[in-house]
């Protein structure tokens, strides 16, 4: 039987599974929701119960396959889910999730210690958030000190999953420069952030490089869900990263555009020049390469946040067909910040606004403005990244917006950049099982990967126009007008 490759998404939402053979056919998936515990601004998950359902995922993929053709489990996943372990190797309590937001003092009582500029040319971030790790530590030191003292490893989730698969303690570092205590020029843990949330590196798991083996599977985990002993476990690198290798995007010059609820661009640094801009900048998924990291949480969760409230009788699929008999929405704008903007302005206060209806639009007037409005944001992000130097020559785009065909060519027409749809859209889990076929040397390079592994069934040609010239310079202007209110 030929060698099987597995890629693992650990999700916010849901985590997934993928198996391909070597010639990189999907042989199987398999998905399972994650479960959280909400309370107010506290988000948690059962750790361990999330790793179990990885196991049985995994066991449902191998059923009545042979376990010694299984070479590699390669992940990727969310980055900044912080877990507590004690010397029993097992969690102390719930890991908390990156949407937990119960360490905003914490992050203020950093953000006095740091400042921005500090920040950022030690750790790529351009901000101190509650979703960094290192306020959750800061803020267990103070709430929670029968946990803070009985950690012996703070450990992220991703992280946690491998030690939980191999009994091996890494560090992966694209997913470390989400910590906020991880120096990405240096490559080391920033020793003056340590010191501020009270805790030494021996707290820490070692620091590795993204993409690289870890070990092989514990014995008993390996006959769980039926993989032979020899089945490595390779720590793969950040969902957006794997991504990026799933879409054949490895080299400076190409955009991805993940377009799910949050906007999310990466693009690859073509050297040091690109960085110390206003771009958040992360440890790239190669060796001593650095990816920007644009993220804007008003995506499709704008569109989402509309359909939902304003037309709750109309699904996509009408949308997108009364859209397409529409050239434009005529004057109406839409500034889509309902959660505030981070990439470019990083402005909490930032609001969503409607501007220019008449009685003469309706709901779907207004739809297509918020793609507009999503649309334009995505051009500023992309500016951003022109003016770090970045060369900007396609936009491969995931994720639910691409569905729709209108909203595609919009982004396109709007940047002016050519938008290519991936035949693959699970790009992340994807990415992952290239990412261990290249570590066994199924593949020479990432680039021999992409030629087999990679397709692109849709190409968007951008047709800039005057009209969004136009209203692209009206949306700016508007923002800038809501800052005196």
């Known amino acids: 039987m030929g060698k099987l490759y597995i890629g693992v998404d650990l999700g916010s939402t849901n985590i997934k599974v993928a198996l391909y053979d070597e010639e990189f056919q999907l042989q199987g998936s398999q998905s399972v929701p994650v479960e959280y515990l909400r309370d107010g601004g506290v988000v948690e998950f059962d750790v361990w119960e999330y790793c179990e359902d990885l196991s049985r995922l995994l066991a449902k993929l191998m059923d009545g396959r042979e376990g010694t053709a299984l070479r590699s489990i390669s992940f990727t996943g969310q980055a900044e889910s912080l877990v ?20 905003v003092e914490e992050a203020q009582v950093l953000s006095g210690q740091f400042t921005l500029d500090e920040v950022a040319k030690t750790t790529g971030q351009m901000e101190i958030s509650p979703a960094w790790p290192a306020t959750k530590i800061l803020w267990l030191k103070k709430h929670r000190p029968d946990v803070y ?53 021996s707290r820490l798991p070692p620091l590795a490089e993204p993409c690289t083996v870890a070990g092989t599977l514990r014995p008993e985990i390996a006959e769980k869900i039926g993989a032979g002993a020899n089945t490595v476990v390779n720590i793969g690198t950040l969902d957006h990263f794997a991504a990026m290798v799933g879409t054949g995007n490895t080299e400076p010059g ?55 409230t304003c037309m709750p009788q109309v699904d996509y699929g009408e949308l997108n067909r009364v859209l397409a008999q529409r050239p434009d929405c005529g004057q109406v ?7 505030g903007t981070n990439a470019p302005e990083f402005d909490a206060d930032a ?135």
């Open 254 to 308: 190409g955009i991805n555009l993940s377009m799910g609820t949050v906007m999310a661009l990466a693009t690859m640094a073509s050297d040091q020049s690109n960085l110390g801009s206003n771009v958040a900048v992360h440890y790239g998924f190669l060796p001593d390469t650095y990816v920007l990291l644009p993220v804007a949480s008003s995506g499709g969760v704008s569109l989402e946040w509309f359909r939902r």
């Open 333 to 339: 704008l839409f500034l889509p910040y309902l959660v």
């Open 351 to 485: 609001t969503g606004v409607f501007w220019g209806l008449r009685q003469g639009h309706d709901s779907f007037d207004m739809a297509r403005a918020v793609m507009e409005g999503v649309a334009f944001l995505l051009r500023k992000n992309c500016q951003s990244l022109k003016e770090a130097g970045l060369p900007c020559d396609s936009i491969l785009a995931v994720g639910g917006g691409t569905k729709s065909a209108i909203w595609c060519q919009m982004w396109a027409d709007v940047s002016s950049i050519p938008v290519k749809i991936p035949q693959e859209q699970e790009a992340a889990c994807l990415g992952a099982a290239m990412i261990g076929a290249v570590a066994d040397g199924c593949f020479e390079s990432y680039a021999q990967a992409s030629e087999v592994c990679v397709a692109i069934k849709e190409t968007y040609t951008p047709n800039p126009n005057a009209y969004y010239e136009e209203k692209y310079r009206k949306f700016c202007a508007l923002y800038e007008a809501t800052l005196n209110l």
């Open 84 to 103: 507590c372990v004690g010397a029993d190797g097992k969690p102390l309590m719930n890991a908390i999730s990156w949407m937990d937001e119960r360490s």
């Open 149 to 201: 003292e009985n950690t012996e490893t703070f450990m992220l989730l991703k992280d946690y999953v491998v030690y939980y698969l191999t009994g091996k303690k890494v560090g992966d570092m694209s997913i470390a420069t989400f910590s906020l205590y991880f120096d990405i020029y240096n490559k080391c843990y920033w020793q003056k952030m340590l010191t501020a949330i009270g805790i030494d590196e």
